[in-house]
Antibody, heavy 121, light 109 residues
Framework: QVHLQESGPGLVKSSGTLSLTCAVSGGSISSTDWWSWVRQPPGKGLEWIGEVYRSGSTTYNPSLKSRVTISVDKSKNQFSLKLNSVTAADTAVYYC??????????????WGQGTLVTVSS | DIQMTQSPSSLSASIGDRVTITCRAS??????LNWYQQKPGKAPKLLIY???SLQSGVPSRFSGSGSGTDFTLTISSLQPEDFATYYC???????????FGQGTKLEIK
C-alpha cells in the first residue's frame, strides 16, 4: 500500500522559497501515476498546485505557474515542490498526493498527512 | 477553468438523518467527479469516484449520483463519524487543471 510523507521547513521568510519533499513508500514513483501537490490555507478549501510524472513532465495551476517547480527524484523515490517569492497568502497546509486513473477518471489517493508552512514577515 | 460550486456551504443534521450535498460544475464534466471527506487536522479521504463508484472500504451509506453539471453526495443515515467537511473535485480538464468545490461543513444539530 502506497504511503506518502511530506517533509520540509515549517517556517519560510516572506519573499523566500518554500521547499518541500514527499517521500513515497510501498510503491514506486516510476509507476504510471502522477504525483501532485495540493494546499489548504487555514480554515479554507483545497487548491491544486501541480503534478509531475516519472519522466519529469509537469503540469501546473496557471495561477501559480510562474512561481512553482515540481520535480521527481527516482533514485530516492520522492518528489519535490519549490514555490518562490512567497507571501503570507502562501501560508497553508501542503499535501502531497498520488493521482491515479480509475475507470476513466483521475483520483487523488492516497494523500500525505500534510505539513503546515507559515510564511513570516 | 472549470468552477465547482457546492451547496450548502454548511449543514446541521442529526444522527440518523438522510443528508444530500450538491455540487455543480460550470460546464459539463460527464462523470469526471470525485467526492472527498476531510476531518479536522487530517488529509482528505476519497469516498466516491467517477460520480457514483464507492471507494473500497467506504461504508455503503455513502452514495453519489449525477452527470454533466449536477452531482449529489448522499449519506443515507448519518453516523457520528460522518461529521466532517466534504469536497467535490473535477478531473475533466485537459491538460489537467483539477479544481475542488469550496467544501460543505456537516455539523451536528
Amino acid at each position: 500500500q502506497v504511503h506518502l510523507q511530506e517533509s520540509g521547513p515549517g517556517l519560510v521568510k516572506s519573499s523566500g522559497t518554500l521547499s518541500l519533499t514527499c517521500a513515497v513508500s510501498g510503491g514506486s514513483i516510476s509507476s504510471t501515476d502522477w504525483w501532485s501537490w495540493v494546499r489548504q490555507p487555514p480554515g479554507k478549501g483545497l487548491e491544486w498546485i501541480g503534478e509531475v510524472y516519472r519522466s519529469g513532465s509537469t503540469t501546473y495551476n496557471p495561477s501559480l505557474k510562474s512561481r512553482v517547480t515540481i520535480s521527481v527524484d527516482k533514485s530516492k523515490n520522492q518528489f519535490s515542490l519549490k514555490l518562490n517569492s512567497v507571501t503570507a497568502a502562501d501560508t497553508a497546509v501542503y499535501y502531497c498526493a498520488r493521482v491515479t486513473a480509475v475507470r476513466t477518471t483521475l483520483i487523488f489517493d492516497p494523500w500525505g498527512q500534510g505539513t503546515l508552512v507559515t510564511v513570516s514577515s | 477553468d472549470i468552477q465547482m460550486t457546492q451547496s450548502p456551504s454548511s449543514l446541521s443534521a442529526s444522527i440518523g438523518d438522510r443528508v444530500t450535498i450538491t455540487c455543480r460544475a460550470s460546464q459539463s464534466i460527464s462523470t469526471y467527479l470525485n467526492w472527498y471527506q476531510q476531518k479536522p487536522g487530517k488529509a482528505p479521504k476519497l469516498l466516491i469516484y467517477a460520480a457514483s463508484s464507492l471507494q473500497s472500504g467506504v461504508p455503503s451509506r455513502f452514495s453519489g449520483s449525477g452527470s454533466g453539471t449536477d452531482f449529489t453526495l448522499t449519506i443515507s443515515s448519518l453516523q457520528p463519524e460522518d461529521f466532517a467537511t466534504y469536497y467535490c473535485q473535477q478531473s475533466y480538464s485537459t491538460p489537467p487543471m483539477y479544481t475542488f468545490g469550496q467544501g460543505t461543513k456537516l455539523e451536528i444539530k
